[in-house]
């Protein structure tokens, strides 16, 4: 019997420059949007440059601070039996994938995760809970985990429906 346990592993420590990054440019560039706009538009500027203190105040702290919380609550693993994840911010989500019930493996690399050198490993289920996903994996071990878990669930034929 498959049991809802902590996985073991830790996501790359390059995650969290990752993260660090992909917060950052999701307050500056909205930031540099609103200051420009400003600029431009005269009679709205005392309302351009509230908004983009506002967006400053609250996204510079939080795209400091969670990359870290994430570094440390993120886990994962990968067992003969089950895939297991633990993810989240505030909101934290245990999850746990029988290999008998895995139907499809699925690797991603956007642009920044390519210049980081980590990569995000898909794995979905017949679930309403949707996808496991690990994010913030090395792209080589996240290619040989797609690889590894692709021919235990080949092998271990069971009732993904």
Request: aromatic fraction near 8%; proline fraction near 6%; avoid cysteine.
């Amino acid at each position: 019997m498959v049991r809802l346990r902590p996985p073991r592993n830790q996501v790359e420590r390059r995650a969290v420059g990752y993260w660090l990054t992909n917060e950052l440019l999701s307050a500056l560039v909205p930031a540099a949007v609103l200051a420009v706009l400003a600029v431009f538009i005269t009679p709205a500027r005392p309302w351009l440059l509230l908004a983009m203190g506002v967006v400053l105040v609250i996204g510079v702290p939080y795209g400091i601070v969670v990359p870290f919380w994430r570094y440390r609550v993120h886990r994962w693993e990968v067992t003969e039996d089950a895939v297991y994840t633990r993810t989240g911010w505030l909101w934290q989500e245990w999850r746990i994938a029988p290999m008998s019930r895995i139907q499809t493996v699925d690797t991603a690399r956007g642009p920044l995760e390519q210049l980081f050198r980590l990569a995000s490993v898909t794995v979905t289920t017949a679930s309403a809970a949707g996808p496991l996903k690990i994010q913030g994996l090395d792209h080589e071990l996240a290619a040989d985990l797609v690889e590894r878990l692709t021919e235990t669930t080949q092998a271990n034929r069971g009732d993904a429906t």
